[in-house]
């Protein structure tokens, strides 16, 4: 079994910051790209980030100069780091993975089961 976990999310007010956590736990032989993605209600889900193992980063333009992701391979782990958050961040943002378990040849997406961010005064 392959899960990752998403923490952090939660209630802040507009300007201000958070970090989302995620951390992939189970049966892994290798994981490759990791993201984080957001959906708000009525809309697709997006991507905003993405770090590659190596450590190279892609960005959306809506979070480009505000958000930073971030991994530390040792722990399983990627962060994002929220600045200057606007109203329109609201959403449930998501964790992705694509890992491969353990005995498997083959990668897959993994998504955790969401965490949600409200900006509001």
Same mark, same amino acid.
């Given at each position: 079994?392959?899960?990752?976990?998403?923490?952090?999310?939660?209630?802040?007010?507009?300007?201000?910051?958070?970090?989302?956590?995620?951390?992939?736990?189970?049966?892994? *032989?290798?994981?490759?790209?990791?993201?984080?993605?957001?959906?708000?209600? @009525?809309?697709? #889900?997006? %991507?905003?980030?993405? $770090? &590659?193992?190596?450590?190279?980063?892609?960005?959306?333009?809506?979070?480009?100069?505000?958000?930073?992701?971030?991994?530390?391979?040792?722990?399983?782990?990627?962060?994002?780091?929220?600045? *200057?958050?606007?109203?329109?961040?609201?959403?449930?943002?998501?964790?992705? @993975?694509?890992? #491969?378990? %353990?005995?498997?040849? $083959? &990668?897959?997406?993994?998504?955790?089961?969401?965490?949600?961010?409200?900006?509001?005064?």
């Amino acid at each position: 079994q392959v899960q990752l976990v998403e923490s952090g999310g939660g209630l802040v007010q507009p300007g201000g910051s958070l970090r989302l956590s995620c951390t992939a736990s189970g049966n892994i *032989s290798s994981i490759y790209t990791m993201g984080w993605y957001r959906q708000a209600p @009525g809309n697709q #889900r997006d %991507l905003l980030a993405d $770090v &590659a193992s190596g450590g190279t980063t892609n960005y959306a333009d809506s979070v480009k100069g505000r958000f930073t992701i971030s991994r530390d391979n040792a722990k399983n782990t990627v962060h994002l780091q929220m600045n *200057s958050l606007g109203h329109e961040d609201t959403a449930v943002y998501y964790c992705s @993975g694509k890992m #491969r378990r %353990l005995g498997s040849a $083959v &990668a897959r997406n993994y998504w955790g089961q969401g965490t949600q961010v409200t900006v509001s005064s």
